[in-house]
T-cell receptor, first 114, second 111 residues
Framework: DAKTTQPPSMDCAEGRAANLPCNHSTISGNEYVYWYRQIHSQGPQYIIHGLKNNETNEMASLIITEDRKSSTLILPHATLRDTAVYYCIVRVAFPGTSYDKVIFGPGTSLSVIP | NAGVTQTPKFQVLKTGQSMTLQCAQDMNHNSMYWYRQDPGMGLRLIYYSASEGTTDKGEVPNGYNVSRLNKREFSLRLESAAPSQTSVYFC??????????FGSGTQLSVL
């Protein structure tokens, strides 16, 4: 089973910030939070990841709560091209192990509205 | 640098036929994955390979077999295709704790 829960769908007005929440209450200390998105039927695309500090890149910002049980992906100025399904996953980052099972949940379908 | 390449892009099978989906990556990644995606649903992990020579079951392995032929290639085989295996199949690769890179997908229909 996926180790994250997300709302199934959200709307956002074009030009406004899109804030996508994710709960990962059972996250372990050695697990990262990753976000991907999938536009239409393309292969998913990496957005951002973090361990416990907030992260920002050219695509988005990631805010992780202090207890690491939840996070929020922020698209600062949503455009129509940001309409996609957004996936939040947790992933072990543990060198030397063969365990690397990466499970996706159903994600959040974000619709950016003109 | 092509990234992750999947072949074929489209395939139609009759029930009971067999086929192999091919996946190759040129990024020297250790880990490779096969996912399926059904309409309106998220990605479900079929099998994964954390390193050359190892494979492990994911969430929905029944009806599939995999081979990690070498570090570059990870194939998915359907021995006796069923209509329930109609889906879009994605291959992905990554370094152990880095981001996943996905292929463009194979659309499979089983009649």
């Amino acid at each position: 089973d996926a180790k994250t829960t997300q709302p199934p769908s959200m709307d956002c007005a074009e030009g406004r910030a899109a804030n996508l929440p994710c709960n990962h209450s059972t996250i372990s200390g050695n697990e990262y939070v990753y976000w991907y998105r999938q536009i239409h039927s393309q292969g998913p695309q990496y957005i951002i990841h973090g361990l416990k500090n907030n992260e920002t890149n050219e695509m988005a910002s990631l805010i992780i709560t202090e207890d690491r049980k939840s996070s929020t992906l922020i698209l600062p100025h949503a455009t129509l091209r940001d309409t996609a399904v957004y996936y939040c996953i947790v992933r072990v980052a543990f060198p030397g192990t063969s365990y690397d099972k990466v499970i996706f949940g159903p994600g959040t379908s974000l619709s950016v509205i003109p | 640098n092509a990234g992750v390449t999947q072949t074929p892009k489209f395939q139609v099978l009759k029930t009971g036929q067999s086929m192999t989906l091919q996946c190759a990556q040129d990024m020297n990644h250790n880990s490779m994955y096969w996912y399926r995606q059904d309409p309106g649903m998220g990605l479900r992990l079929i099998y994964y390979s954390a390193s050359e020579g190892t494979t492990d079951k994911g969430e929905v392995p029944n009806g599939y077999n995999v081979s990690r032929l070498n570090k570059r290639e990870f194939s998915l085989r359907l021995e006796s295709a069923a209509p329930s295996q109609t889906s879009v199949y994605f291959c992905a690769s990554s370094e152990r704790w880095e981001k996943l890179f996905f292929g463009s997908g194979t659309q499979l229909s089983v009649l």
